[in-house]
């Protein structure tokens, strides 16, 4: 190993790291970096100039439709296919041209379970350890531990291939993090299992990245990218679009601030007396229950709910707004959730 | 991180995945008994056994290493288990001889099958047993090595079957171990010095018999050339075929 850490040669200074909106960002924070990747395969770009990076402790999504170029990202930067051009730095360290150091510090979950039939779950786990030199007492309880927090006890002296699909992905995050890897990457975790099996996972993966592991996500379930990353990068044909926190990516494209007001009776003439009161918003009375304010600025609750209830009205909730990641990603990228949704359809069955 | 862990890992899981399953046992027994007992009953003499021995030793060694590696590393490239061992941060040349480890353990334990029935049968005495040896290991690695190479070359289980014996049967015919090289055609004879077992079983023939024709000198080195040769080569094609 020690030529391998000969050649994971550290970059020289690197004024070019990335800065975020509330200052600079600690070279430290940055866990895995990739800058101007770039793959082709015979003409075809598959990965277009990507830069990006992966903050320790996050989650990082990447969201795209199918051909996206989400799985070529994650060869890349694992070092199961070679970037045609670009640089890839993990904990601060080049390790473009020689990947084998830098897998020891991934765990990597595939989007088809990649283990193997003919072990049981035991068997699977206890290989898969050792693979990263883990010894032979360590490994044991490692792998009796993950059975034991991913449910799969009972099952650990199952053969492989008697699984369900959801079992199957379960050990194979699990497999994935035996060697305590610094940054998970998981390649579209929920698709093609039941919504049981998803729940769990989704779960496990929240309980993972609270115990500290920095998970690098693909998927192109838009509600999940939505309940579980920190960032999330949008991804078309090969290009990043659009990088940002869920606040950041909603805040820039709400061009305008929607209050819903549920009422007990929203009659016409109240919505008119508060259209006169507040030129300013626009009202609308989407039902008989509330009332919807829109305004280019702010809109304050105070004089508003006094007005409303001079009115004779009672107010029971007062709500804001704002839009989806749906409707984020579709602004951005001009794909309609839809066609995500066919895919994502398709791949299941 | 220990790497001979790993490596020590991945011999063990394929000769317990693969290799020690019953069929395979029974095969890598049955075949050279097979071939041990239809030589015995064609022969007239104790002897012809002795003489038989060097290529029957050959044949089971190649039948029992070339297609079960090249079948093994399809199917793992085919149900991606494969990619595993690929992301593990363990070096390429490492993996692979780890790899082909198992199959070339498997080839010795199917070559000692004929010269344990025939002890029994004849004397084995004068035998030149550190040669035996290092052929026997010789040939167990150039056969997995071409084994790695057809795999490389296939993307189908069934196409490194076929593969296999494409190169398989026209050695057994050239090497000189049912035919003397000396007896074949003049323009065949060249292609009888580009193959492996060629040397092998002159090795064999040498260190049982004592009727080699070359010295051990030039057939153990030209054994390890070829076995450095095909798993270098394999090598160059999986880091460019396999990771893309």
């Given at each position: ?220 379930y838009i509600e999940e990218a939505e309940r579980l990353c920190h960032r999330i990068a949008f991804i078309v044909e090969g290009r990043l679009v659009r990088i940002g926190s869920l606040e950041q990516l909603m805040k820039e494209h709400q061009q ?94 | ?244």
């Open positions: 190993m020690a030529d391998i850490d000969r050649q994971m040669a550290k970059p020289p200074e690197e004024p070019s790291w990335p800065k975020r909106a509330d200052g600079e960002l600690r070279r430290q924070d940055q866990l895995l970096k990739a800058v101007d990747l770039v793959k082709r395969f015979e003409g075809v770009t598959a990965v277009d100039g990507a830069s990006f990076s992966v903050r320790r402790g996050e989650i990082f999504g990447f969201l795209g439709p199918n051909g996206a170029g989400k799985t070529t990202t994650i060869n890349l930067l694992t070092g199961l296919a070679r970037p045609s051009s670009g640089t890839m730095y993990l904990e601060g360290r080049d390790y473009t041209a020689h990947p084998k150091r830098a897998q020891a510090l991934m765990g990597i979950v595939p989007d088809e379970s990649n283990l193997y039939d003919e072990l049981d779950g035991f068997g699977n786990l206890n290989f898969c350890a050792a693979l990263y030199g883990i010894e032979k007492t360590e490994r044991k309880a490692r792998t009796r531990a993950l059975l034991e927090q991913f449910g799969l006890k009972q099952a650990g002296k199952r053969p492989f291939k008697a699984y369900s699909k959801g079992m199957k992905r379960k050990l194979t995050i699990a497999a994935g993090i035996i060697h305590r890897p610094k940054i998970l990457f998981l390649d579209e975790p929920t698709t093609g299992i039941d919504v049981a099996s998803a729940r769990q996972i989704r779960t496990l993966i929240g309980q993972l990245n609270r115990r500290g592991t920095t998970v690098f996500l693909t998927t192109h305008e601030t929607v209050l819903e007001l549920s009422v007990d009776q929203a009659g016409k003439a109240l919505a008119e007396q508060l259209q006169r009161r507040f030129p300013g918003y626009t009202v609308r009375r989407p039902d008989e229950r509330h009332l919807r304010l829109v305004s280019d600025g702010s809109i304050e609750l105070l004089p508003l709910l006094e007005a409303v209830s001079g009115g004779g009205a009672e107010v029971s909730e007062a709500r804001l707004i704002r839009p989806t990641l749906e409707e984020v990603f579709v602004r951005v990228t001009g794909i309609e959730s839809a066609l995500m949704r066919q895919e994502r359809e398709g791949k299941k069955k | 991180m220990s790497s001979w862990t790993a490596f020590r890992a991945i011999v063990a899981k394929d000769m317990k995945t693969y290799y020690l399953k019953p069929p395979n046992i029974s095969w890598g027994l049955i075949f050279p008994f097979a071939w041990m007992l239809m030589f015995y009953l064609r022969s007239r003499t104790p002897l012809d056994i002795r003489e038989l021995l060097p290529g029957v030793v050959a044949m089971s060694i190649l039948f029992g290493t070339t297609s079960m590696l090249a079948v093994t590393i399809t199917f793992e490239r085919r149900s991606r288990s494969f990619e595993r061992l690929l992301l593990a941060p363990l070096e390429l040349s490492l993996l692979m001889l780890a790899k082909t480890g198992g199959a070339i353990l498997f080839g010795m334990l199917n070559a000692f099958v004929p010269i344990v029935v025939a002890a029994f049968v004849v004397d084995l005495s004068g035998v030149l047993w550190p040669a035996v040896i290092g052929s026997v290991l010789l040939i167990a690695a150039t056969s997995t090595f071409l084994g790695l190479f057809i795999s490389v070359a296939v993307h189908e289980v069934f196409e490194a079957q076929t593969f296999s014996n494409f190169f398989r049967f026209p050695m057994l015919f050239l090497c000189g171990l049912f035919i003397p090289i000396s007896a074949l055609p003049v323009f065949l004879r060249p292609l009888s010095f580009i193959l492996p077992l060629t040397y092998g079983v002159d090795i064999l023939k040498g260190a049982i018999n004592d009727t080699g024709t070359l010295p051990l000198w030039v057939s153990f080195p030209v054994l390890l050339l070829f076995a450095a040769g095909l798993f270098l080569f394999s090598l160059r094609n999986i880091k460019r075929k396999w990771v893309l």
